[in-house]
């Protein structure tokens, strides 16, 4: 079965400097990768995903993510945070190739700091 | 287009009794996923359904927890003998559940549930 982990459950960044948001996973197989955030009092949004391809994932609002298969990471960056950022940030993971679900991390909070 | 709709909004109920809790996909998407987020919480697993096939009921928590999905389209998540610890918002979501394409998942707005 495949697992995800956020290890970080808060991350504080000032304005302005990059950010990274951390995940790891396990899987059996190959694995489809995804970024979701969600906007206090709003609804999860897709940010981006990993299929296959080039290691390096850019995704809407600036984000991206890195793909790292001997790590087993598949952490979110951007070069440079704005307060508008703040919200909850969510990995998830799916055993590709298979008819299955698709599991969530716990989160992590991105506070960024004026 | 229009997005994966849930209903009600907002459910508030007494302990022992009875909720459903309705979803309605994206038109197409094959897929169909509960999760449960408690306040501070991540997103857990409830149940998965894709196609015709059996679903997934792994994370469903206790057997007071039962979904199905008429017409391989909308879905009712019903609670028996609600309990305060059910207390949380109820994500639904859908994709288009290929094994070929990308599995993005497209979220509804939740139904927030509070067992008095």
């Known amino acids: 079965a495949q697992s995800v982990a956020q290890p970080e459950d808060q991350v504080n960044v000032a304005e302005g400097n990059p950010l990274t948001v951390k995940c790891t996973y396990s899987v059996s197989g190959n694995p489809y990768l995804f970024w979701y955030v969600q906007y206090p009092n709003r609804g999860l949004q897709f940010l981006l995903k990993?299929?296959?391809?080039?290691?390096l994932v850019k995704g809407s609002y600036g984000f991206e993510a890195e793909f790292n298969k001997s790590q087993t990471s598949f952490h979110l960056k951007k070069p440079s945070a704005l307060v508008s950022d703040s919200a909850l940030y969510f990995c998830a993971v799916r055993d590709g190739g298979r008819d299955d679900k698709i599991i969530f991390g716990k989160g992590t909070r991105l506070h960024i700091l004026p | 287009g229009a997005g994966v709709s849930q209903s009600p909004s907002n459910k508030v109920t007494e302990k022992g009794k009875d909720v459903e809790l309705r979803c309605d996909p994206i038109?197409?998407?094959?897929?169909l996923y509960w999760y449960r987020q408690s306040l501070g919480q991540g997103l857990e697993f409830l149940i998965y359904?894709?196609?015709?096939?059996?679903?997934?009921k792994s994370g469903l928590p206790s057997d007071r927890f039962s979904a199905e999905r008429t017409g391989g389209s909308v879905s009712t998540l019903t609670i028996q003998r609600t309990q305060q610890e059910d207390s949380a918002v109820y994500l639904c979501?859908?994709?288009?559940?290929?094994?070929?394409?990308?599995?993005?998942?497209?979220f509804g707005p939740g139904t927030r549930l509070l067992v008095l």
């Open positions: 979501a859908s994709s288009l559940g290929s094994l070929a394409a990308s599995e993005t998942q497209y």
């Open positions: 038109s197409g998407h094959t897929a």
């Open positions: 359904f894709q196609g015709n096939s059996a679903p997934d």
């Open positions: 990993y299929i296959t391809g080039d290691n």
